[in-house]
């Protein structure tokens, strides 16, 4: 782990990758798991509890669920923009500032939202609110992935993309409980209270030990940090700290993942989170919508039956965390996919009155589509080195956002169309099966193993 050459007078080297991989999970990894989790479960609400209520948003402010069409297509634009700029700004000057100024900024715009008076305010502040929403799922998995063990990376990310997908459980709970006495203010008054108080959790977890030393491999601050963790560890005053086996840090930044090492897998990874995500944003916000316009299914019904989906979204991202690090991660993402597919297709054919048939649908569509976009973020996790994570994961959702932007505004369209229930959800299985493809490729293009091409530079 530690070496130096007294002989010589070479500086004492230190393995950061090596000591963060043999240590035990403690109180300090729980700690930041938990937090972490916290963290994205409040993203979680704030991303999905506006598509559960839209139509009565839609009535509160005087006009249709075909009005949100704009204030959906604006959140979805600011996702976008997020994803882009702000996880460069945390592989730059860390993963815990950018995340308090996210939660401080999306929570205080997500109170202000209570108050819109009209569509055009309500889309211009959940469109900059975007912005900073949208940053902390990459922000938030590049910080525990690298304050993890290796054997236990993949599940810890699971179980912090499960509190993910309980914001989307809590959202619907509030829908079933209590619409009516909150009314739809009351949604975006606790969407943005709560990440305002949640700012206190991050003074309970250090920074990447992996940004720092990425960043600067002498920082003192590495060693203090690795003193207050283990007393025991011997360090001299001049230790020079590297992660393990990894390239020596590109002078481009987040630029080099289009080198030849990681280009072919950027651009697999680009391309399938922008049908992943497209999906999942035209499902989330539209869903409940298609099903209240086009199959006489409350607002109320909807949101109980996606409660008790919650349970297969919660088991299929444990059981992908579970066996990613124990099978081939493609092949596993892929048969997802597929599972995925028939879901949806499913949900078209079976009308919601048979309820038990339509919940089951529901379960399995959760299972495989929150499971599959775990493992596809995973991948985006792992895939890159600790000075182009957050980039990694932010910018490959990032394209997932542009199909955010996409597949919503076909969603508008339909409904003003009033396209039959059936062909929307036939029409919205295909980019499942595109998925399972790109996916597959991508095992094919890395010989799947996690990570770029070996023997290639950055």
Known sequence: MASTNADTGERARFDVAEYIDNRPVGKREIATLVIVSIVLFLDGFDMYFLGKILPAIAEGLGGTSVDMAPVVNYQQIGMAIGAFIMPPLADRIGRKPVLGL???????LTLWAAWSTSFDMLAIL???AGIFFAAMLPIGLALLSESTPKKRRALFMSIALVCFSGGNLGSGIMVNQFLDELGWEGFFIVGGVVPLAALLFLLFIPESLSFRVNRNGRDPRIAEAIRRRSPEVQLA???????GDQAEVSKYGPLAMFGSRYRVQTILLFALCFFSLGNIALLANYLATFLYEFADLSLEVFAFYMIIGYFGGASGTLVMGWLMDRMNPYWLITAYFVIDAVAIFSLGQIPPQLAVAFVTALVVWNFAQVGGQTG??????LSYPP????????????????????FPALGGLALAAAMPLEAIMTVTAIPALVIAALVFALGVVNGGVIGGRQGAKA
């Open 387 to 406: 000075e182009m994570r957050s980039s990694g994961i932010g910018w490959a959702g990032g394209f997932g956002r542009l199909g955010g932007i996409a």
């Open 237 to 243: 005053e001049d230790t020079e700290f590297y992660m």
């Open 102 to 108: 996210c939660l401080s900024v999306f929570g205080s």
């Open 376 to 381: 596809i973020n995973n991948l985006a996790t």
């Open 126 to 128: 959940r469109g900059v």
